[in-house]
């Protein structure tokens, strides 16, 4: 018995030993691979760590030693955080619940934040319960998903349009502003290729470049003219690069383009203007140097045509001669229009007693054919614009909607008040904000397309047969329109017809009293000009004019000549006659100078054009009487008695001499 007692004692020793080394073989693993795990592993009893992995203390920034036994797990959650660990967490541990897991903000010791992930579970522990868990540090997953989160909403509110296709060119996204701009919903472009955008416009060269850059492994730059699933054409300014993945290969292809349509044709626009105001340019130089020859031409045929007998073959002669010269007068005429160098005298008119006015002669313009209506605004108010210049416009309009409409139809004058906001003046560049008075004129004739809409205001450009029109309709209207302020739109479809809307600057004025012309006789006279022209052709053509009806004419070739001559006949020089551009001194300058010296003095400016027109119009707005060039004989005398009647001197005296 004793020896089978002592067998038992020794067996039942030897099965300690081996479980005391299990234990001690299992604990070795457990701090083995606790240890060496990329989670934290901790353990609470009575809320303090008893035990943390060295993981554990990495997350935290702390050594093993300063966490257990001396922290718990709210010494380490964002002071924010706390009350919701320990309502989701800690508290529901400790009542029972058999496991959790809460994602939540911790700090280090440092101070940095943390985003943390927690598991826990209850477990018995030398007798009393005790939790146990694991901690992940998932910040920066968090910080990724933030990011891409972050990133996401950004394509997805982007202002551009932005495609994702695989390598064969398959779309496999489009942000909302892609779908906004080509018209097709996302599930009508998924899985079709960038092709269905295509306009066919572009050549097959200029794909073929795109597709060899970014298949290279290039970013390709350029714009891409694309079709909307309207059909309506667009352009694109675009940027395509390659995405590649973690191995270098090419996966996907990423595309973002901003829709330029606006921009490009507010471009071209602008082009256009510039191109005009170089043409206008060399109009305007091209006009100054005719109006002088005219004048010449002009005047001698005027006194030619009268010397000679009526119904005689030399004056038929004579006549066709003038009647040549006036026509080239009224070309340079509309030329100075365009350029805008053609000296004005404006007038506060009504505008819509300005169009009632010049109806009945729009209406025989017009023809039977076409049906001509005005719809005038009531509150229609007034413009600052010259009277003849206005009637021009209005004919011009006309007469080009009459021949868009050679198969009939109707033409239809409106006006109306407007105000011109930032964003129109955006859309058509050369326009101001502001209030205006609009006069369209409208037509339902065969309309115009884009390219001929970019031309039509340029001089000698038409669409007309041989024959019918020189080409400075438009143009001219053009440059009267951009000379008073205002603003021209054009507004056409093929077949659709067509409409001109003029913007004229609205003034808060009376309207001014239109002059009559006089129907008297030729004026003669006695009294003394001083006449001053430094062109010799023009100086003797008035020298001879005004001598033929009693005139006495003294004749100056240059401003100094003409002080000169002043000092010593002053007492018997009855007028001042003077071309406004001249070398050493301008007319006003010179006027402005004579007139100090006599205030009485009346004085008559004479030009095709000026380059400081402004100057001049602000003294024609005193009253000072004007001639612009090229002038008739007639309207020479006409001009000369009207001025000699004129006591406005003293407004010549006082006006700005920076002409």
Same mark, same amino acid.
């Given at each position: 018995?004793?020896?089978?007692?002592?067998?038992?004692?020794?067996?039942?020793? #030897?099965?300690?030993?081996?479980?005391?080394?299990?234990?001690?073989?299992?604990?070795?693993?457990?701090?083995?691979?606790?240890?060496?795990?990329?989670?934290?592993?901790?353990?609470?009893?009575?809320?303090?760590?008893? !035990?943390?992995?060295?993981?554990?203390?990495?997350?935290?920034? !702390?050594?093993?030693?300063?966490?257990?036994?001396?922290?718990?797990?709210?010494?380490?959650?964002?002071?924010? =955080?706390?009350?919701?660990?320990?309502?989701?967490?800690?508290?529901?541990?400790?009542?029972?619940?058999?496991?959790?897991?809460?994602?939540? #903000?911790?700090?280090?010791?440092?101070?940095?934040?943390?985003?943390?992930?927690?598991?826990?579970?209850?477990?018995?522990?030398?007798?009393?319960?005790?939790?146990?868990?694991?901690?992940?540090?998932?910040?920066?997953?968090?910080?990724? =998903?933030?990011?891409?989160?972050?990133?996401? #909403? +950004?394509?997805?509110?982007?202002?551009?349009?932005?495609? $994702?296709?695989?390598?064969?060119?398959?779309?496999? !996204?489009?942000?909302?502003?892609?779908?906004?701009?080509?018209?097709?919903? +996302?599930?009508?472009?998924?899985?079709?290729?960038?092709?269905?955008?295509?306009?066919?416009?572009?050549?097959?060269?200029? !794909?073929?470049?795109?597709? &060899?850059?970014?298949?290279?492994? &290039?970013?390709?730059?350029?714009?891409?003219?694309?079709?909307?699933? %309207?059909?309506?054409?667009?352009?694109?300014?675009?940027?395509?690069?390659?995405?590649?993945?973690?191995?270098?290969?090419?996966?996907?292809?990423?595309?973002?383009?901003?829709?330029?349509?606006?921009?490009?044709?507010?471009?071209?626009?602008?082009?256009?203007?510039?191109?005009?105001?170089?043409?206008?340019?060399?109009?305007?130089?091209? +006009?100054?140097?005719?109006?002088?020859?005219?004048?010449?031409?002009?005047?001698?045929?005027?006194?030619?045509?009268? =010397?000679?007998?009526?119904? %005689?073959?030399?004056?038929?002669?004579?006549? &066709?001669?003038?009647?040549?010269?006036?026509?080239?007068?009224?070309?340079?005429?509309?030329?100075?229009?365009?350029?805008?160098?053609?000296?004005?005298?404006?007038?506060?008119?009504?505008?819509?007693?300005?169009?009632?006015?010049?109806?009945?002669?729009?209406?025989?313009?017009?023809?039977?054919? $076409?049906?001509?209506?005005?719809?005038?605004?009531?509150?229609?108010?007034?413009?600052?614009?010259?009277?003849?210049?206005?009637?021009?416009?209005?004919?011009?309009?006309?007469?080009?909607?009459?021949?868009?409409?050679?198969?009939?139809?109707? $033409?239809?004058?409106?006006?109306? @008040?407007?105000?011109?906001?930032?964003?129109?003046?955006?859309?058509?560049?050369? %326009?101001?904000?502001?209030?205006?008075?609009?006069?369209?004129?409208?037509?339902?004739?065969?309309?115009?397309?884009?390219?001929?809409?970019?031309?039509?205001?340029?001089?000698?450009?038409?669409?007309?047969?041989?024959?019918?029109?020189?080409?400075?309709?438009?143009?001219?209207?053009?440059?009267?329109?951009?000379?008073?302020?205002?603003?021209?739109?054009?507004?056409?479809?093929?077949?659709?017809?067509?409409?001109?809307?003029?913007?004229?600057?609205?003034?808060?004025?009376?309207?001014?009293?239109?002059?009559?012309?006089?129907?008297?006789?030729?004026?003669?006279?006695?009294?003394?000009?001083?006449?001053?022209?430094?062109?010799?052709?023009?100086? @003797?053509?008035? +020298?001879?004019?005004?001598?033929?009806?009693?005139?006495?004419?003294?004749?100056?070739?240059?401003?100094?000549?003409?002080?000169?001559?002043?000092?010593?006949?002053?007492?018997?020089?009855?007028?001042?006659?003077?071309?406004?551009?001249?070398?050493?001194?301008?007319?006003?300058?010179?006027?402005?100078?004579?007139?100090?010296?006599?205030?009485?003095?009346?004085?008559?400016?004479?030009?095709?054009?000026?380059?400081?027109?402004?100057?001049?119009?602000?003294?024609?707005?005193?009253?000072?009487?004007?001639?612009?060039?090229?002038?008739?004989?007639?309207?020479?005398?006409?001009?000369?008695?009207?001025?000699?009647?004129?006591?406005?001197?003293?407004?010549?005296? &006082?006006?700005?001499?920076?002409?």
């Amino acid at each position: 018995m004793k020896n089978s007692r002592e067998q038992d004692g020794a067996q039942t020793r #030897r099965q300690r030993a081996l479980a005391e080394q299990a234990l001690g073989a299992a604990e070795s693993r457990f701090h083995t691979l606790a240890g060496q795990s990329l989670v934290g592993i901790f353990m609470l009893k009575e809320d303090v760590f008893t !035990y943390v992995n060295p993981k554990f203390a990495e997350i935290f920034g !702390y050594p093993p030693e300063e966490l257990t036994e001396k922290k718990t797990l709210l010494d380490l959650v964002a002071r924010d =955080e706390e009350i919701r660990v320990t309502a989701q967490f800690l508290r529901p541990l400790k009542e029972g619940h058999a496991g959790l897991h809460l994602g939540f #903000r911790g700090k280090r010791a440092d101070g940095c934040d943390l985003q943390l992930e927690i598991d826990g579970a209850v477990t018995g522990h030398d007798g009393s319960p005790a939790i146990i868990g694991t901690l992940l540090d998932v910040t920066g997953r968090y910080r990724a =998903e933030t990011e891409l989160g972050m990133l996401r #909403r +950004a394509v997805e509110h982007s202002p551009v349009s932005v495609v $994702i296709t695989d390598v064969a060119g398959k779309i496999e !996204y489009v942000n909302p502003k892609f779908v906004e701009v080509s018209g097709y919903r +996302a599930e009508e472009l998924i899985g079709k290729t960038s092709a269905v955008l295509k306009s066919g416009t572009l050549k097959q060269e200029f !794909y073929q470049h795109l597709w &060899q850059t970014i298949n290279s492994g &290039q970013e390709w730059h350029g714009e891409l003219h694309n079709r909307k699933k %309207s059909g309506e054409l667009f352009w694109e300014n675009g940027s395509i690069s390659a995405v590649r993945n973690h191995e270098g290969r090419i996966t996907h292809f990423v595309g973002v383009k901003e829709d330029v349509t606006e921009r490009k044709r507010a471009t071209d626009q602008m082009r256009q203007v510039q191109k005009m105001e170089a043409v206008g340019l060399l109009a305007g130089g091209i +006009a100054h140097d005719f109006n002088n020859l005219l004048t010449v031409i002009n005047g001698y045929s005027t006194l030619i045509v009268r =010397e000679l007998e009526p119904g %005689s073959e030399m004056r038929l002669e004579a006549e &066709q001669v003038l009647r040549a010269g006036e026509r080239a007068a009224e070309l340079t005429r509309q030329l100075l229009s365009f350029s805008r160098r053609q000296i004005l005298e404006p007038r506060v008119l009504d505008l819509n007693r300005q169009v009632r006015a010049v109806q009945p002669m729009l209406e025989r313009l017009i023809g039977e054919h $076409i049906a001509f209506h005005t719809r005038l605004a009531e509150n229609a108010g007034c413009v600052r614009i010259d009277p003849g210049q206005l009637e021009q416009v209005l004919m011009n309009l006309v007469v080009n909607a009459r021949d868009a409409s050679h198969t009939g139809g109707e $033409i239809v004058v409106e006006t109306g @008040n407007c105000e011109l906001d930032e964003s129109f003046t955006q859309k058509h560049p050369g %326009s101001v904000a502001g209030r205006y008075l609009r006069v369209s004129v409208r037509d339902k004739g065969e309309g115009m397309n884009d390219d001929v809409k970019q031309r039509i205001f340029e001089p000698f450009f038409t669409t007309k047969e041989l024959g019918r029109g020189t080409g400075l309709g438009l143009a001219t209207t053009y440059g009267i329109v951009k000379q008073s302020g205002g603003y021209i739109e054009v507004i056409s479809k093929p077949n659709e017809g067509a409409c001109f809307n003029i913007y004229l600057p609205r003034v808060f004025e009376p309207p001014d009293a239109l002059d009559v012309e006089s129907a008297s006789e030729l004026p003669t006279g006695s009294q003394t000009i001083l006449v001053v022209e430094d062109e010799p052709g023009v100086r @003797n053509l008035i +020298a001879q004019v005004l001598t033929k009806r009693g005139f006495k004419v003294l004749e100056c070739g240059d401003p100094k000549e003409a002080l000169s001559v002043f000092d010593g006949e002053r007492d018997e020089i009855d007028m001042l006659l003077t071309d406004v551009v001249m070398p050493y001194l301008s007319g006003p300058a010179l006027a402005h100078l004579l007139t100090a010296r006599k205030p009485e003095l009346p004085v008559l400016f004479m030009s095709g054009h000026t380059d400081n027109k402004e100057a001049l119009e602000k003294i024609l707005e005193k009253g000072i009487q004007f001639l612009p060039k090229p002038f008739t004989s007639d309207g020479l005398l006409r001009k000369v008695r009207d001025t000699l009647a004129c006591t406005s001197a003293a407004a010549v005296a &006082q006006a700005d001499t920076s002409s």
